[in-house]
């Protein structure tokens, strides 16, 4: 029996910063992983999708650079992409275990599962530790429905080694909507189907509406308030998708974006003592400490935030309490970008998140709509929708939204403006920089609300 100082059950970008900022307060840290050194983010999300999104961007720049009087036409290979996006994966996973061997991190590989309060197995063997995180992250799932297993998820697009000539995406998150607008940018003829009339549940609902309307202008077709109830397979290009309206589609590939589910089965919990909610989600304090005093929880699998700089940063919150003598708490508020086409920027508060919680009397908003200045001679139409959100009497800047070009560049530098909590003056003091689509931000004057 094997005993350390901390032992992290994940070895993705959560798990990663709390096993080595342990390891730097001279702590003995084991992190295990079942899988391959990285998590989500790294292995199958925005790290790639990232990669994916340059690739659709390149796309729409051959497309537009005609309009600048660009005449040579371009050829993508999908293949070749593909290979060497993987081989861009497989080399991170490589850095990472490196990075876990110099901090003096011991690497376990295995699926760990408590087998009491204070210890976990993993490969037969057990090992005991003063403190637990579980990091193990969070997975997509696929409703019961006929012909779900000849769908794939968020997972399985990294294994598509040719571009889908037709694709269904079902669901309406951020997930959804980011694959549609890649694959529509590389030529795949997109259709989404969303149960409610408009994407992004959560989000402003401003935003929501302009980024629909431009993925509609872009040519992704939107089946609202419907779900599917089939999907038949002809062959593994040819597939059928039914919706509970009757309609039928023909298509390559139905990517199933519906959401996601804590990885918690089958890791022991409940011989730890671990409670969780009726969704899987574990149950943390606000030092995301679980119902056992010596484990500790962070990541998609609490269900809270699931973004990785926030797993990121509360891996580093949990170690700087336990070794360095702080005592931190979680704080949800965040920026946030999707990059779908046109990507969005948002920190702070939505409009109705603002109206609930100070009233409409006392809130002002100010929003742009306009087309960019690239756009001029490119000869798309798309249009960028900037919107910022103001206490009346505080002053404070409460949330700032943008859909368009540049907007997580973009909200990155004003979130630091917003969480600070500077007023609209202190926004109209600043001097634009011109010509830009950021200095409109500096420049509204007359709220429109």
Not at 169 to 184: C, H, L, N, R, T
Not at 241 to 256: F, M, R, S, Y
Not at 379 to 393: D, G
Not at 396 to 422: C, N, P, S, Y
């Amino acid at each position: 029996m094997t005993h350390y100082d901390l032992f992290v059950i994940g070895a993705g970008s959560g798990g990663l910063a709390a096993a080595k900022n342990a390891a730097k307060y001279g702590k003995k840290v084991a992190i295990a992983e079942s899988e391959r050194v990285g998590g989500t983010c790294v292995l199958r999300g925005c790290v790639p999708k990232k990669i994916m999104t340059y690739a659709a961007g390149y796309a729409d720049a051959f497309k537009e650079a005609k309009g600048y009087g660009f005449k040579n036409s371009y050829e993508f290979n999908f293949a070749e992409f593909a290979q060497k996006r993987n081989a861009e994966i497989d080399r991170l996973n490589g850095i990472h275990i490196s990075l876990l061997e110099k901090s003096g991190v011991e690497l376990i590989m295995g699926k760990a599962k408590f087998n009491s309060e204070n210890s976990v197995e993993v490969n037969g063997k057990t090992y005991t530790a003063d403190k637990f995180i579980i990091a193990v992250g969070g997975t997509p799932t696929v409703p019961s429905t006929q012909g779900a297993e000849h769908m794939i998820t968020s997972d399985e697009v990294w294994n598509l080694n040719k571009l889908p000539q037709k694709m269904v995406i079902w669901g309406g998150g951020y997930i959804a909507v980011e694959f549609a607008s890649i694959f529509q940018s590389l030529g795949t003829e997109v259709s989404i189907i969303i149960r409610r009339d408009l994407v992004l549940k959560g989000f402003d609902e401003d935003i929501r509406k302009h980024l629909q309307n431009e993925m509609e202008k872009r040519g992704i077709k939107f089946m609202k308030n419907a779900t599917i109830s089939n999907v038949e397979c002809k062959t593994s290009d040819n597939k059928t998708v039914e919706l509970d309206n009757g309609e039928k589609i023909e298509c390559d590939v139905v990517l199933a974006a519906t959401g996601r589910a804590p990885q918690t089965p089958d890791i022991g919990l409940e011989t730890a003592n671990i409670a969780c909610n009726n969704k899987g989600y574990i149950d943390v304090s606000s030092h995301l400490l679980t119902s056992n005093a010596n484990v500790y929880a962070l990541g998609d699998v609490i269900g809270r935030v699931e973004l990785t700089p926030v797993a990121i940063k509360h891996g580093r919150m949990v170690t700087n309490n336990l070794y360095g003598n702080l005592n931190q708490t979680v704080d949800d508020a965040s920026p946030t970008a999707v990059f779908s086409s046109p990507p969005l920027g948002v920190v702070g508060l939505t409009e109705a998140e603002s109206i609930e919680q100070f009233g409409t009397e006392n809130i002002e908003i100010y929003t742009e709509e306009f087309r960019p200045m690239i756009h001029v001679l490119s000869e798309r139409t798309e249009r960028i929708l900037m919107k910022m959100i103001v206490h009346k009497t505080k002053r404070t800047v409460l949330g700032l939204h943008m859909a368009g070009k540049d907007a997580a560049e973009i909200i990155q530098g004003f979130a630091v403006a917003v969480r600070a909590g500077l007023t609209k003056e202190q926004f109209d003091a600043t001097v634009a920089i011109h010509p830009s689509s950021a200095e409109e931000f500096v420049l509204m004057k007359e709220p429109s609300r």
